[in-house]
């Protein structure tokens, strides 16, 4: 039977965010002796969020492990492993893990794997499912070598509901390593202005067909831009992208300027895991649904009947103009 850690870093408030409540669901699902191991600033308030789970947990607490750095970051994740002494460690696969634990699995002389989608026991042995080449192939692996870090993909998993309590922490003094850098602050965009939202309800995908020329023969960029943003804010949902329309900006064409590289969904780009997702002025073909691969509901907005999603990819398809329907629903939005 495997012994389980759970790494889990700690938000600024001490509480936890929701993908470290999704991997503890799939460590509680796999079984046996479950040890938990909170960094942060504080970790009390997230050990109390999971209290019910019954866990052993370990904690290295202070305000050098606050923010994300790799030299603590790993001295911390190091010092939780060995005590735990855990064979099988999971972690959510934050920007924060993932640059840290693969430095962590040599000190240990373990290995780690990424990008997990699943973890499941198969004849006692632990097998770890993910997407290889863009999430075109999927392969399930499973390893000897011990310790096993896996790094498991937000939204594989539903987040666990348990009772929160009063947890008992094991606190870990950890000599601080020196570091070079000082984190003077955090500097974001107003929530309004923010794009990219991973926990959004609905992804909302636009496509090159925006920035083309409409029915009066000229392009309407700037118009296009302003329906978008008034119905992200509206909304709340997520900005997605086709690569054809990302790309524009290299090519001398209007753009839209909320759109970057970042927002690209597809072969090459993001594949979010959102319940619902609108496509507008995209054709739907391969690279650019491999994308969509894990949204629950998929609809479509295109003037093209026989484009792509037209052909069993969206759940629903309206031929209509994406302008004339995001103006109507920005007015029942009341914006």
Known sequence: MEKILLLAHTEPDGSLAKAAFEVLSAAVALGGELTVGLTGGTAQAGADQIAGSGARFLTVEGEVFTHSRYATD???AEALCRAAGATLILAPATSRWARALAGVACRLGGRIDTHATA?????????VTRWFYRQRMEGTLTRSQRPWI??????CYPAWEGAPGSAALERLPVEVPAT??????????????QTIRPDARLLFVAGAGW?????????????????????????????????????LSGEGQA?????????????????PRHPKGLSTCCHGEEPHVVGWR???????????????WARGKADVLYVADAFEVMREVNRLLGV
């Open 74 to 76: 790993a001295a911390a």
């Open 294 to 308: 894990f949204i629950t509901e998929r609809r479509a907005v295109n003037l093209d009947a026989n484009c792509g």
């Open 180 to 193: 070079r850098t000082t984190v003077m602050g955090v500097q974001a965009p107003p929530a309004d202005e």
């Open 119 to 127: 973890i499941a026991m198969v004849n006692d042995v632990p097998a």
């Open 150 to 155: 896996v790094l498991v993909e937000a939204g």
């Open 211 to 247: 920035t083309e020329k409409q029915s009066d023969g000229a392009t309407h960029a700037t118009a296009a831009e302003e329906l978008i943003l008034k119905f992200l804010r509206e909304a709340k949902a997520s900005l997605g992208g086709s690569k054809s329309l990302v790309d």
């Open 255 to 271: 753009v839209l300027k909320c759109m970057t590289h970042l927002n690209q969904i597809g072969q090459t780009g993001a594949t």
